[in-house]
């Protein structure tokens, strides 16, 4: 291993590595690192064209480099696209087949593969590095004609509905990221749930970044058919490095007739150390379809990890009385910065689009909402509310709000409140002078400021993601 | 209870108290008026262990010296502040602050934490005791409360964390004359053997409710004159020229 942990950043308890032999892609960007990606994965031939068809597109794409936070150039030759445990290489393999330290592994995140009982009722899909190792309550899932796999499987057992969705949501020369994400990606969830059928628990993917000097490119594809409802969460973490890794992950949704999905996000990559060396780039694009009618697809996100955060999930409004949300927690503290909102584009009639965004800077961190809310000249009566509150805490740090606001339709409205507030000594006197430390006083004003958001969350969820909050932001004041 | 010796306090270069003597046994009601900027707040933050200030002297709180001990702690251990300007914090519920709240202390003394349920019981019973409408505790805390309504609001943390030194700030200051009598009361039914009221007050009218066993006049960041319940009287009539 290249780099050493770092062991100064205690509250960052995710941060140690499993030592586990792994299999690696040859080193660069390349067609030969893209047919290793494919081969190993036993992939059919028209994935293989169509990963090669992002790349050729890849090399007449720009990276982008208008987003608020900069960051030194990646050497992509220098970086590898796939890193496994050599033990998961036979996917798929039952529980007890998997590698006792990558069992350990998630049961130190909270993650228990095998003691499910311990996570009741909700389905997980362990991915770690740049393949998914487990995938649990499998069996429950089929008899309802759920599929809950990886991707990887997925492209083999269940290639017409890959065919048919992959790309069809975020195409494969979208912008430089997404199209990049399309050459390589390793792996990522796979959901899929037939007509008129209720998921009964929560689906949950873990992703875990273990080795060093590894890129993860995560792909996820969820399609909710006609009348079907599915609730799904992605948790994640890695663990502390002083380089800086990419994580550039593409989640494509699909919502059918009266189909409503509901994604949520608990992002705790590893943000960096408190001078701002090393932490995770969290590049990703995220992008919903309500392709049917009443349809509604639902963004909850708690972003609290990354050294950047760069992302705006966001929602297509085709069918006509279509729904789309978004409700987000972003904090940056020490020197983390986030670029981050949604888009809410609205192509069908009595269209309805709800953001709710929460961004809380401190240390020397900077926090930007970015969104788009745009009305085309045939949603008519289609409404969107916008609401984007900022918290500072100490003087070093910045919070900012763009909304872009297109609207082409006069039976149309479009609403943006906005306010910034910081929380003051005073306010924690006054806490402390009823008893409340100064951890608790903190953890109490910023639970409140992001109650409407964390209410969104399941609620197996809702608790932790609450301590993840105050754990980030411990010691940003006084 | 608290014993304070020649205490001098000083924030940003401007020197407040300077040089204050004060006893409170426990059972006992001391009020303290005194000119506008004499400092009153001053004692009241300084004793609540506000950050910022610059302290000279000693103070003993049950024999133990303050100097070590953190706002909280202070809190914890029943040194409890009604301010004169309560804060208003947005996001945060008042029950689940007020519940937060005595668990702490609560914790802190070694009782056990109350749930939910039993908390609303206890919360509701104190409410309405002080006349103030359930539907405030669901409401943000302070936002949008009227002055007396803030004012009330730390009468009911008073009575719900049970302090053992309670000091209240102008507590009376923006109550109408219904509110100031359930204000006294509310003060009055807590009033026992065991706790002690320093109560900061620029009217006798307060002191016509709650009898006070000494009144002290703090001028110029020194305390200058010490009586009984009379002396508040007197200074009503006379106004603080006479003696200052
Ligand atoms: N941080 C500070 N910096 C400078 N001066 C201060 C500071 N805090 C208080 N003072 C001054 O110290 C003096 C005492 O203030 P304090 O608030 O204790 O007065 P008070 O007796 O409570 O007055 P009032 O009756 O008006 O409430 C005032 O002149 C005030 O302006
Ligand atoms: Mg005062």
């Not at chain 1, 998961?88 to 993650?111: R, V």
């Not at chain 2, 964390?161 to 009598?181: F, H, N, W, Y």
Request: proline content about 3%.
């Amino acid at each position: 291993m290249k780099t050493e942990d770092l062991k100064n950043n205690k509250d960052y308890k995710y941060g140690f590595t499993t030592d586990v032999e792994n299999v690696r892609s040859p080193k660069g960007l390349s067609e030969e690192t893209i047919r290793f990606i494919s081969n190993i994965k036993k992939e059919p031939n028209w994935m293989l064209e169509w990963r090669l068809k992002a790349f050729n597109r890849l090399k007449v794409l720009k990276e982008p480099d208008w987003q608020k936070p900069k960051y030194p150039k990646i050497d992509y030759q220098d970086l590898y696209y796939y890193s496994a445990p050599k033990s998961a290489s036979e996917k798929p393999k039952s529980l007890d087949e998997i590698d006792p330290k990558i069992l350990e592994t998630y049961k130190k995140l909270g993650i228990p593969l095998v003691e499910q009982k311990r996570l009741n009722g909700i389905a997980v899909d362990a991915v770690f590095d740049s393949v998914s190792v487990a995938t649990t309550f499998k069996d429950e899932l089929t008899k309802k004609g759920i599929i809950f796999c990886s991707i990887s499987e997925a492209i083999q057992k269940h290639p017409d509905l890959v065919k048919k969705y992959l790309g069809s949501v975020i195409p494969i020369s979208d912008h430089y990221f997404a199209t990049l994400n399309s050459a390589v990606f390793t792996d990522g969830s796979f959901v899929y749930i037939p007509p008129n059928t209720k998921c009964p628990m929560e689906l949950s993917t873990y992703f875990r970044i273990n080795a060093s000097e590894t890129g993860q490119f995560e792909r996820t594809l969820i399609i909710a058919d006609k009348g079907s409802y599915v609730s799904y969460l992605e948790g994640c973490t890695a663990p502390m490095r002083d380089e800086n890794q990419l994580h550039a992950a593409n989640v494509e949704l699909v919502a059918l007739d009266d189909a409503e999905i509901k994604y949520s996000t608990v992002q705790n990559w590893y943000p960096g150390d408190e001078k701002g060396v090393g932490g995770i780039y969290n590049f990703v694009t995220k992008r919903g379809a309500c392709r049917g009618k009443n349809s509604k697809i639902s963004w909850t996100q708690v972003e609290t990890g990354s050294a950047i955060t760069w992302k705006y999930p966001s929602c297509i409004l085709q069918g006509d009385n279509s729904v789309g949300e978004f409700y987000s927690i972003a904090i940056t503290n020490n020197f983390q910065k986030a670029d981050t909102g949604t888009k809410m584009i609205h192509l069908g009639k009595n269209t309805k689009s709800k953001i709710i965004s929460k961004g809380i800077s401190a240390g020397n961190a900077d926090n930007m909402y970015r969104g788009l809310v745009e009305i085309k000249n045939k949603a008519i009566n289609s409404r969107n509310y916008t609401q984007c509150d900022s918290l500072l805490m100490g003087n070093k740090c910045g919070a900012h709000t763009i909304p872009y606001i297109k609207n082409n339709n006069a039976t149309s409205t479009i609403e943006h409140e906005a306010t910034t507030t910081k929380i003051n000594e005073e306010q924690l006197y006054y806490c402390n002078q009823r008893g409340l430390d100064q951890e608790e006083a903190v953890s109490l004003i910023v639970n409140g400021f992001c109650k409407e958001v964390l209410q969104q969350l399941p609620m197996e969820f809702a608790v932790e993601a609450q301590k993840l909050v105050a754990i980030s932001l411990e010691g940003s004041v006084g | 209870m608290l014993n304070i010796k020649n205490l001098e306090a000083t924030i940003d270069n401007k020197h407040i108290l300077k040089g204050l003597n004060l006893n409170i046994k426990p059972g006992e009601v001391h009020a303290i008026m005194g000119p506008n900027g004499s400092g009153k707040s001053t004692l009241a933050n300084v004793l609540s262990g506000k950050n910022g200030y610059e302290i000279k002297g000693d103070i003993k709180y049950n024999g133990e010296s303050l100097s070590e001990l953190s706002t909280e702690e202070r809190a914890q251990k029943g040194i409890f502040l009604a301010f004169q300007y309560p804060l208003e914090i947005p996001g945060v519920n008042t029950n689940t602050f007020l519940r937060t709240s005595l668990n702490s202390v609560r914790k802190a003394q070694g009782d056990k934490e109350l749930d939910t349920l039993t908390f609303l019981k206890l919360i509701k019973e104190k409410a309405s005791e002080l006349g103030i409408d359930e539907k405030f505790l669901s409401r943000q805390l302070n936002v949008g409360f009227s002055g007396g309504e803030k004012k009330k609001n730390e009468i009911l943390q008073m009575k719900l964390l049970q302090p053992k030194l309670s000091i209240l700030d102008e507590t009376d200051s923006g109550l109408d004359i219904d509110a100031l009598r359930i204000v006294a009361d509310g003060v009055n039914s807590y009033k026992s053997k065991e706790n002690a009221f320093l109560i900061i007050t620029h009217y006798q009218r307060l002191l016509d409710y709650i009898k006070p066993d000494y009144v002290h006049v703090l001028s110029n960041g020194k305390i200058i004159k010490t009586g009984d319940a009379d002396l508040g009287v007197q200074l009503e009539k006379t106004g603080y020229s006479n003696i200052v």
